[in-house]
């Protein structure tokens, strides 16, 4: 468990240097960030998306409740119409942005999404070898666990056919067990009873 405003306020130290932060030329937002959010399960995904720049928060137009990325602007647009994927330099430049967050957050649980998020962490050939397992990590002085998942875009029917249907499934299953979701669930369902103690006279 985090001691929750301490972290709180070295996070937000951290969120206002990584807004200033200008070292990839070829990104086509300034960085994106959710905010501060203390969280002990950080989700991992690759880069923002178009419309996150416009609303400001990362995974704004999906269901997302905590987000880093590997890289925190909007690449922009391939020649072809898609999302760029940022370069290997780029990751690199953010890559200390990602470690700090890891040591100020220490995170218990994170969850790579995608295969350019996972492998930042572990060697991953196939997603068919890593989609499914739970692995312990180290990452800037700090282990975890690390349950990766396939990116959700409709772009791979990887995790909506076998075998990475199967083995996406058990990845939610493993994730839905893990100790500090059900922390998670614990702390939500008591918090309006929190609320109703604060109000009552
Ligand atoms: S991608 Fe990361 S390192 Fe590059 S400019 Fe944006 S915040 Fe900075």
Redesign the pocket.
């Given at each position: 468990m985090v001691n929750h405003s301490r972290t709180q306020a070295r996070l937000g130290d951290h969120v206002t240097h990584?807004m200033q932060?200008?070292?990839?030329p070829r990104?086509q937002s300034t960085?994106i960030s959710g905010g501060v959010v203390v969280s002990d399960i950080m989700l991992i995904g690759q880069a923002p998306g178009p419309r996150e720049p416009v609303l400001q928060r990362p995974f704004a137009h999906t269901a997302g409740r905590t987000l880093f990325q590997l890289?925190?602007?909007f690449p922009g647009k391939t020649p072809s119409g898609g999302d760029r994927v940022?370069a290997p330099d780029?990751i690199h430049?953010?890559s200390s942005?990602m470690d700090e967050e890891i040591k100020i957050l220490r995170p218990r649980l994170i969850i790579p999404v995608g295969r350019l998020a996972i492998a930042q962490f572990i060697n991953c050939p196939k997603l068919d070898e890593v989609i499914g397992r739970k692995f312990r990590v180290e990452r800037a002085q700090h282990r975890f666990d690390l349950i990766p998942l396939p990116h959700p875009s409709g772009a791979s029917p990887w995790p909506k056919i076998p075998p990475g249907k199967g083995l996406t499934e058990r990845a939610l299953r493993k994730i839905a067990l893990h100790p500090t979701i059900a922390d998670l669930v614990d702390r939500d369902r008591r918090a309006p009873k929190l609320t109703s103690i604060a109000r009552s006279p």
């Open positions: 990584l932060c200008r070292r990839c990104m960085p890289c925190r602007c940022p780029e430049n953010c942005w």
